[in-house]
């Protein structure tokens, strides 16, 4: 992840945001339990926010990024044993099959040009009955502007795209809303029984 990007997601107006905007408009109402995993979870603010909320929720925060790693793990050690965070690529989760109740994907799957391999791997660590869900950018000019700078590891988002790849997959009520003005979407699914 580019400097830039990681002075913003360990920023205190990002935390914010990202705890008391973003989390909620990805949630859609869902209350998790059980136990969950954020892959791309950057500075573990969106993890953190899940475990405030929901005291009966586990997590493990994934990063590519070392020194996110490290971030998150400052920002979940006041949970203790409720939540972790580890180095894992998401295209290759080192998760047995159905371990999870929650996937979460948080603005991270247009940082790999394969995001539809972490979509797979996500779902595969799904419990059946279990629920993916997050949001991510979307291929709009603001969007490459803003992008820019991440060299040949960024692939935006481009409508339909995330509802074909999820069709593909063992799962069932799929659910893609653009936001207003268009320049990310949520998304939410159950792994099939």
Do not use: C
């Amino acid at each position: 992840m580019p400097a830039v990007a990681k002075r913003l997601v360990t920023s205190r107006p990002y935390v914010l945001i990202a705890s008391r905007v973003l989390l909620p408009w990805v949630l859609q109402g869902e209350r998790p339990a059980g136990e969950g995993l954020e892959i791309g979870a950057g500075s573990g603010a969106m993890t953190a926010q899940l475990l405030n909320t929901f005291p009966g929720l586990r997590m493990v925060a994934t990063d590519y990024d070392a020194d996110m790693i490290a971030t998150a793990q400052l920002a979940l050690a006041r949970f203790g044993n409720r939540a972790s965070a580890q180095p894992a690529d998401a295209a290759d989760l080192p998760f047995e099959d159905e371990r999870f109740d929650l996937v979460l994907s948080a603005a991270m799957l247009h940082h790999v040009v394969a995001w539809e391999t972490d979509l797979a791997e996500a779902i595969r660590v799904l419990r059946r009955g279990g629920h993916l869900i997050g949001y991510d950018l979307l291929e709009a000019a603001p969007i490459r502007l803003l992008a820019s700078g991440h060299g040949d590891h960024t692939r935006m988002l481009h409508t339909g795209q995330l509802e074909a790849e999820l069709a593909k997959l063992r799962v069932t009520d799929i659910r893609v809303r653009r936001a207003r003005g268009g320049l990310a979407a949520r998304f939410a699914t159950t792994k099939a029984s």
